[in-house]
């Protein structure tokens, strides 16, 4: 049985992918992650699935975009 986190991003369509991923990359020159992003939307998903911690979903919500990116456009599924 999947993570279903995992799961989450696994079935993210490319164009939200492309977008996060374009957001993540824009986080050293700004400074912040978009407030109204796809980023925020994934971590926002987490929290409230999980009722997490806010901050830590953000992070998680990074890591898994940043993972399916990298294992989807590296032809590793």
Known sequence: MKNPITEMFE?????????????????PKTGIISTDGVVRKYAHLIHDKYKGNMPMDLLMSEIGIIREAAYRWADLK
Do not use: G, M, Q, R
């Open 11 to 27: 079935n993210i369509p490319d164009d939200e992918l492309l977008t996060a991923v374009k957001e993540i990359e824009s986080v």
